[in-house]
């Protein structure tokens, strides 16, 4: 463990490689993760850290950077996969409907899908964090693999429900959708993410209703 | 019309009522739409308008509380409700969705959708607005109008959707959902429109799938 402002290390730099990185980003993590990206500065997260703010730069150039790094979607991508398609495509909307309200309701998790949506929507530089973290190596295998046309179209959209949750129910908060009952609000979100994942689309096939 | 600067005024302070509360309003429209909530500070919103800071405060209160006095739906809530409904209860998510994105496509009214959904975002106490200017005159209506139960709770379900569109779509323009013509998908999200709308839910009817 990194012991941040310990009499031993030199004051208000660091140099030792590896571990000044790790410092950073521990910092890095807390403080967007209690203050959000806009109120957290790079300043603040060298303070933290016992470094420079210099070699905040030099390791990840911008504060954008440094959220990429450090932002994890508190859930493994495989195991998430695995649990959605256990029962088959046909209920790949209900799992993943009850796995998004899950997720979401902890507590942790929670603070995590809400910094990065608000960092994502303040700061464009970050918006590259949703597609990459969530898009990529979790919708877009999802879709692939319930065997849709379209698979990337399909993981956006899916995202765009994902995303419409956590800013309504958990950012916004805006009732009677905030206080449901999680496990209400994944049944009724079930047949979008159901429609999304395997349902017919407009584009795919032309003339189609 | 206020001109702002104008050599007959008293320079940097306005005492003259509703003439500088509209120029204050004006200005802020403008800074809010053009840099967003959180790059707008109330002094450069006085500046603009060629008043002193201390009548924004008097006037709005805060900065939320101005945000919120001068944001509006770039749509008349009467109209349209009208124009979702005309064809029945069966076609409203349809016409919905398909308003939604003429909505979203018009570069003036996507610029205050966008700044509304990112100020909600990033400051709470906008949230509120949220509610008060796009749920409680558009939507609950709207799903009151269509005589399903629980209409409180599918307007705030279609504002999700709504959301996580305009986010997905026009903040974080996540491909290749945000290159996709908005006809396809319009008619894409016109089935999750229709059934929040009118669908069953899970908690209204218990026992039901």
Chains 1, 2 share one sequence.
Do not use: C, N
């Not at 290390?9 to 993590?29: F, L, M, N, S």
């Not at 799992?95 to 998790?109: C, I, K, M, N, Q």
């Amino acid at each position: 463990m990194v012991e941040t402002g310990a009499p031993a290390a030199k004051r208000g730099r660091r140099t030792d490689g590896g571990q000044a990185k790790e410092a950073i980003e521990q910092a890095a993590r807390r403080l967007f993760a209690d203050h959000g990206f806009d109120r957290t500065s790079v300043r603040q997260v060298a303070l933290a850290a016992g470094v420079d703010p210099m070699l905040v730069t030099h390791y990840f150039k911008t504060k954008a950077g440094l959220f990429a790094a450090v932002v994890q979607p508190p859930v493994d991508p495989a195991l998430a996969i695995t649990f959605v398609l256990e029962e088959g495509p046909d209920h790949a909307g209900e799992r993943l409907a009850h796995f998004v309200l899950r997720t979401l309701e902890d507590p942790d998790s929670q603070k995590w899908i809400v910094a990065m949506v608000r960092a994502a929507t303040a700061e464009p530089e970050v918006a590259a964090v949703v597609r990459e973290r969530m898009v990529v190596p979790m919708l877009i295998p999802l879709a692939e693999a319930v065997g849709a046309s379209d698979p990337e179209y399909r993981a956006t959209l899916v995202m765009t429900q994902l995303i419409g949750l956590a800013v309504g129910r958990y950012v916004l908060q805006v009732e009677p959708l905030a206080s449901r009952p999680a496990q209400e609000v994944a049944a009724d979100l079930a047949g979008t993410f159901q429609r999304y994942l395997t349902g017919s689309l407009s584009g795919s096939e032309v003339g189609e209703s």
